[in-house]
């Protein structure tokens, strides 16, 4: 099965791309809600939260915000991404990606969003807010 027509929402606010120290402890400024996510490797921790709730002297890409697949989706379901990221880049949309068990989330900058909108239109998909 593959996707060709996907409903997207934007979520509320704006976001930033923290990196810190693999040995980082988890921290509470990251907050719960609307959106983060937290990833640790053996080189780094990452940490994409409400912008507002970065403190200063953190390692962060500032101003992004956030597209929602609607979901729950398949794990055998191919081509999600490749729908969604193929517009994007012929439009010159940069975007960083967090996947989750339902759902895919694209960060695209503040500057592009409605560029993103639009290409994502194009192609057939469906943007609300």
Do not use: N
């Not at 794990?75 to 960083?96: E, N, R, W, Y």
Request: with cysteine; charged share 20%; hydrophobic share 45%.
């Amino acid at each position: 099965m593959q996707w060709r027509a996907l409903k997207l929402e934007v979520v509320e606010g704006s976001y930033a791309v923290c990196r810190l120290g693999p040995e980082e402890a988890l921290l509470p400024w990251a907050g719960l809600k609307p959106f983060v996510s937290i990833t640790r490797t053996d080189a780094e921790l990452s940490v994409v939260c409400p912008e507002a709730s970065v403190p200063s002297g953190v390692r962060a890409e500032r101003g992004w915000r956030c597209l929602r697949v609607a979901g729950p989706l398949g794990f055998g379901v191919t081509g999600i991404l490749a729908s969604l990221a193929g517009p994007l880049a012929s439009s010159g949309v940069s975007i960083f990606v967090v996947s989750t068990y339902d759902t895919d989330y694209l960060m695209v900058q503040d500057r592009d969003l409605e560029r993103a909108k639009d290409a994502l239109a194009r192609a057939g998909h469906s943007v609300a807010r």
